[in-house]
């Protein structure tokens, strides 16, 4: 298999790729890792005209904090961040996910802004980034603008970024000496497949031991990843116990919207959905609750 | 374009089109044909090669991502008639069947090497995990690569000693 032709832009600078970007629009169409475009591309559901590789523009990559906040450049590879032992106690669930996406060898390649625009939803960066709150920073030739996760992932490969925006940072609220823990569960069939489900679980615990916040977010169980919102609300303000994490299940796996398909029936991954949810909150408590004895 | 690379420590600049595949740049514009094709969807890392060290499935890279970088490709291990221990180990341990998979599998043994010289057997089957052996040969895939690391840490012990050919 090889793509459809099309005209290859390297450019050197951000400036000039979004320059590039507000001349072409939908023609164009942003390459970081290509682990998910270049097979588009080969199997022809994406002819673009024009690729922009993004991968020799510097300063888009790399894991850092500043005032209680995490940035993650958008062109930080799957690796990079399963290496990233500065978001530990932190930011666990990023930790728990990155060396379950894919096999190694894509991980080597493949980015975690490439995979949050791309928006595959078996894709599980976007849970994470759900249970998070992360923000997107969005830039184009015309200014920056700032996106949430919630509301971002619109449909099957479908978010809110226009077609001459290019995702540079993630930016996630991590305020430093906060207790926090986090988890990722992800069924696949074997390594390198796709989630039949998984769930990403972050929580926030207070001084006095009760749950400050929770996020969870659902991967492969919808037309796109899933903010169990309802799921996240009963959990805030709580005292942990087994009988709350298996009402907080509950509701996230009635949030799931899962098709029923080689991988399972829609009954069966729902019914997982809230497995993986009560087992992911009792391992964030639990790792949130060592963090500081 | 034209699309200059390193491969094996030799510089070759070549025109191809933009949508050419890193594979098929090795195997049809610098003839190296050991990089394989096998399910040519990124699943089984039959085309496996390293790209500045770093081991990559070139059915999922364009060539010109790979311009002015560093490409390792099977043929670059051995240095003349003396092989790579990791060859040696393949051929020692008889890490092949068919051999269809086996230069992604000793590419990927030798990354992992490079960042881990004593890997244990768990540490080389995660590192193996993006490539496929349909011989089912893990078991001795997993010993070959073990077998470099030990001769790999006995060359480190006397210098002087070239490693040999078995």
Redesign the interface.
Known sequence: ????????S?PATLDEALAILGEHGDDAKV?AG??SL??L??LRFAQPSL?V?I?RIPGLSGVDSENGTVRIGSRTRHRDVEAASQLRGRLDVLLAAAPQI?????R??GTIGGSVVHADPQGDWGAVMLAVDAEFVLRSAKGERIGPADGFFQGPFTTAISPDEVLTTIRIPSPSGARTGGSYHKMERK??DFATVATAVHVVLGDDGRITRAGIGLTAVGPHNIKAKEAEAALAGQEPSTELYAEAARLAAAAAEPNSDIRGTAEYKKDVVRVFVQRGLRDAVKRAQGANS | ?NVTVEVNGVEKSVDC?????LV?FIRTKLGLTGTHIGC????C?AC?VLLDG????SC???A??A?GRKVTTVEGLAQGAALDPVQEGFHVEHGLQCGFCTPGMML?GKALLEDNPNPTDDEIR??I???ICRCTGYMNIVKAIQHAAATKAAVKEQPAEPAGVS
């Open positions: 298999m090889f793509p459809a032709a099309f005209d290859y390297a390459l290509g682990q270049i097979p591309l080969k690729i590789d991968g894919s096999d190694p060898l894509i080597n390649v390594i390198g | 374009m089109e933009p949508r050419t595949l098929d040519d969807t990124s699943n890392g496996t770093t081991p990559v499935k999922t890279q364009l010109a991502m311009g990927v995660w590192a995990s993006g490539n």
